[in-house]
Structure formats: structure tokens, C-alpha cells
T-cell receptor, first 111, second 114 residues
Framework: GESVGLHLPTLSVQEGDNSIINCAYS??????FIWYKQESGKGPQFIID?????DKRQGQRVTVLLNKTVKHLSLQIAATQPGDSAVYFC??????????FGDGTTLTVKP | DAGVTQSPTHLIKTRGQHVTLRCSPI?????VSWYQQVLGQGPQFIFQ???????GRGNFPDRFSARQFPNYSSELNVNALLLGDSALYLC?????????????FGPGTRLTVL
């Protein structure tokens, strides 16, 4: 079956450093991916998305890279701030609109 | 603009009881999905509704049911509660069904089953 997984459950970085969060997916037919941020006690919050016809997409301080050859995507956060501390999920959207989530990476930003 | 709203925020039930969770989508959104998030895991898909019709169902028992109303709000019902049903229940809305659309999540309802 399809699954979306993250490489590391936790990541700790210094404030001001760049963060890279990785995600592997198994469904080669997947054509749309989303990164979500979930803070404690809140629902997932949309960060950035990317379609399979793209390799890279940039937002404000965030960049998503997609490598379809190895079925891998990553989220890069520039100049990480304490407010970036949260759990990050990658999700794959199927044609039916169902989002399949991995188990998340907990990002901790040290001051 | 208001985001997705859910009620109640927290709920405590005992085994065997039933529960109804409510969700109001973002204005203009016609599709609603429900997810269950167990502590330490990612959300798991339960249901999707679009224009009051069920468009998808995850691997959950028949104790779980849902419906969508003409105003696009939705209810999730769980019967014969088990301890394992304790989780954060998330509602998400989008403009329409199908792939390629961002789903916006509400804050969730924290259900505790004792």
C-alpha cells in the first residue's frame, strides 16, 4: 500500500541555522505533495506544496525539493527561528483527495 | 476570514458511549475530511464528503460514521467507544474533492475515552 515516511523523528538545530527535513514516499503515482507544520495543541498548518511536474518550489524562508527518481522530498527552512519549533509532516494527496501523512519530524530550535 | 472550526475542544467519554463531533468548513469550501491523530503519529484518514456525499473512507470500523449538511458543515459519530478511540480528531476542508488541492485543518477535538 501507499505510505509516506520521514527519515528522522527528531531534529535539533541552532537558531539562525538552516534546517532540512526529509521525507520518502512509496507511491510512484503520487503527483501532489504538501508540507504541514503542527504546533502543540493545534491542527496541521499548510506550509508549502509541490506538484510532480516540478523539482523545486520556494516560499518565504522555505523551499521544497522533489526527487521523483528516488521518491524523496525535503523541506528546507532558512534561518530557523524558535517559532519554527513544531512537528513537520509531509503528506501525499491522492486523486480522491485523501491525504496520507507520515509520522512527522519534531524540530527543536535551540536559542 | 474564519478558519475551520470544530466543537467541542475537549471531550471525555467512557467505554461503550457514543460521541458526536462537529466541524464547520472555511466559507466557500464544499468538501470536508475527517482524520484521527493518535499521540505521536500522523493523522489517519477517516472520511471525505463533498456536496453531502461520501467520497472516500479509510480503514476504520463501521462504528465510525459521518455526514455533511446542506451548509457543508459536518458531523463525525463514533459508537461503542473503545479506549483506543482516544485521539485528536481533525476536520479539514477544501474547495472541492479530488487531488491537487490543499486541505486546511481545524484545531481538532481531543477525545479521551476512560
Amino acid at each position: 500500500g501507499e505510505s509516506v515516511g520521514l527519515h528522522l523523528p527528531t531534529l535539533s538545530v541552532q537558531e539562525g541555522d538552516n534546517s532540512i527535513i526529509n521525507c520518502a514516499y512509496s507511491n510512484s503515482a503520487s503527483d501532489y505533495f504538501i508540507w504541514y507544520k503542527q504546533e502543540s495543541g493545534k491542527g496541521p498548518q499548510f506550509i508549502i506544496d509541490i506538484r510532480s511536474n516540478m523539482d523545486k518550489r520556494q516560499g518565504q524562508r522555505v523551499t521544497v525539493l522533489l526527487n521523483k527518481t528516488v521518491k524523496h522530498l525535503s523541506l528546507q527552512i532558512a534561518a530557523t527561528q524558535p517559532g519554527d519549533s513544531a512537528v513537520y509532516f509531509c503528506a501525499e494527496n491522492t486523486n480522491a483527495g485523501k491525504s496520507t501523512f507520515g509520522d512527522g519530524t519534531t524540530l527543536t530550535v535551540k536559542p | 476570514d474564519a478558519g475551520v472550526t470544530q466543537s467541542p475542544t475537549h471531550l471525555i467519554k467512557t467505554r461503550g458511549q457514543h460521541v458526536t463531533l462537529r466541524c464547520s468548513p472555511i466559507s466557500g469550501h464544499k468538501s470536508v475530511s475527517w482524520y484521527q491523530q493518535v499521540l505521536g503519529q500522523g493523522p489517519q484518514f477517516i472520511f471525505q464528503y463533498y456536496e453531502k456525499e461520501e467520497r472516500g473512507r479509510g480503514n476504520f470500523p463501521d462504528r465510525f460514521s459521518a455526514r455533511q449538511f446542506p451548509n457543508y458543515s459536518s458531523e463525525l459519530n463514533v459508537n461503542a467507544l473503545l479506549l483506543g478511540d482516544s485521539a485528536l480528531y481533525l476536520c479539514a476542508s477544501s474547495w472541492r474533492t479530488g487531488g491537487g488541492f490543499v486541505w486546511y485543518f481545524g484545531p481538532g477535538t481531543r477525545l479521551t475515552v476512560l
